[in-house]
Nanobody, 118 residues
Framework: VQLQASGGGLVQAGGSLRLSCAASGSIFSTYYMAWYRQAPGKQRESVAG???????NYADSVEGRFTISRDNAKNTLYLQMNSLKPEDTAVYYCNAFSIASGKVENYWGQGTLVTVSS
């Protein structure tokens, strides 16, 4: 699976951005997809995840502000980010994960930078 993230940029606090992650190379619909982020000087952390059936989960810090979704027909993962805060500034990475027949697959996109100014 190859993952290509896009949509990052500079936005003022309170603004919105929509990240996209285009996947290719395998059966996208079978993977658990997620967004992670890594702020300067901090460890990478989970932001949101979505199962193949559509069940979602969010970090407490983004619950109610961010929405993760997927379009299996387009092999694309999204992250709608609203009410952005300066502490949301980070490089955002998409991730694809699968365990099937004892085989673990874990793929990362290249990251897209989100900068939120105060």
């Amino acid at each position: 699976v190859q993952l290509q993230a896009s949509g990052g940029g500079l936005v003022q606090a309170g603004g919105s951005l929509r990240l996209s992650c285009a996947a290719s190379g395998s059966i996208f619909s079978t993977y658990y997809m997620a967004w992670y982020r890594q702020a300067p000087g901090k460890q990478r952390e989970s932001v949101a995840g979505i199962a193949s059936g559509g069940t979602t989960n969010y970090a407490d810090s983004v619950e109610g502000r961010f929405t993760i979704s997927r379009d299996n027909a387009k092999n694309t993962l999204y992250l709608q980010m609203n009410s952005l805060k300066p502490e949301d500034t980070a490089v955002y990475y998409c991730n694809a994960f699968s365990i099937a027949s004892g085989k673990v697959e874990n793929y990362w996109g290249q990251g897209t930078l989100v900068t939120v100014s105060s």
